[in-house]
């Protein structure tokens, strides 16, 4: 998938339980951004990052957390406190902050058991 | 906040004929406009961008028209193919680090 990875493909969640989405990227890209795609919707931002160890709320970061302690990596846990995380979720990167030309991962499907 | 509006959400054509996707923004100090194709089960990917200082850009069968006053930027496939078959997302933001607004999509389906 060239430069960026997300992990896995598919995934089940149980009720109460944290995921967390992998999403790594060798472009040497230094924003990172995490989106959820539901049916009929556009792309929303859930949260994005511009540096290490720096990262800011999107539209609906409610129920998720990140990290970002490496350049390369920018994991996503699904928490329980997520009601509705049933949704594709795509990891973007873009080289330089000015959210342009954003590169795409091939998402993860998530699912609740 | 920005909120961007796409228009239609499914357009089906035949191959051959030209297809328009349309979307409206509503801070007119968003300048920067990009429109990306996602294939069944793939990733999005960019296809065409536009500043705000540019009226119209090309590159071969697309082209993207951007009105300032109007607050409306279109896309313009000619010659469809059925490979153009995706759903089309455009998006708004402005300069500095302001996130990218997304509209809802369109699905575009050219048929044989």
């Known amino acids: 998938d060239g430069g960026i990875t997300q992990s896995p493909k598919y995934l089940f969640r149980k009720e109460g339980q944290n995921v967390t989405l992998s999403c790594e990227q060798n472009l040497n890209h230094d924003a990172m951004y995490w989106y959820r795609q539901d049916p009929g919707q556009g792309l929303r931002l859930i949260y994005y990052?511009?540096?290490?160890?720096?990262?800011q709320k999107g539209d609906i970061a409610e129920g998720y957390s990140v990290s970002r302690e490496k350049k390369e990596s920018f994991p996503l846990t699904v928490t329980s406190a997520q009601k509705n995380p049933t949704a594709f979720y795509l990891c973007?990167?873009?080289?330089?902050?000015?959210?342009?030309?954003?590169?795409f991962g091939s998402g993860t499907q998530l699912s609740v058991l | 906040g920005e909120n961007v509006e796409q228009h239609p959400s499914t357009l089906s054509v035949q191959e051959g004929d030209s297809a328009v996707i349309k979307c409206t923004y509503s801070d007119s100090a968003s300048n920067y406009f990009p429109w990306y194709k996602q294939e069944l089960g793939k990733r999005p990917q960019l296809i065409i961008d536009?500043?705000?200082?540019?009226g119209e850009k090309k590159d071969q069968r697309i082209a993207v028209t951007l009105n300032k006053t109007a607050k409306h930027f279109s896309l313009h496939i000619t010659e469809t193919q059925p490979e153009d078959s995706a759903v089309y997302f455009c998006?708004?933001?402005?300069?500095?680090?302001?996130?990218?607004?997304f509209g809802t999509g369109t699905r575009l389906l050219v048929s044989p």
């Open positions: 990052s511009q540096i290490v160890n720096d990262f």
């Open positions: 536009i500043r705000s200082n540019v």
């Open positions: 973007a990167s873009s080289l330089g902050t000015r959210n342009e030309k954003l590169f």
């Open positions: 998006a708004a933001s402005n300069t500095g680090f302001q996130k990218l607004v």
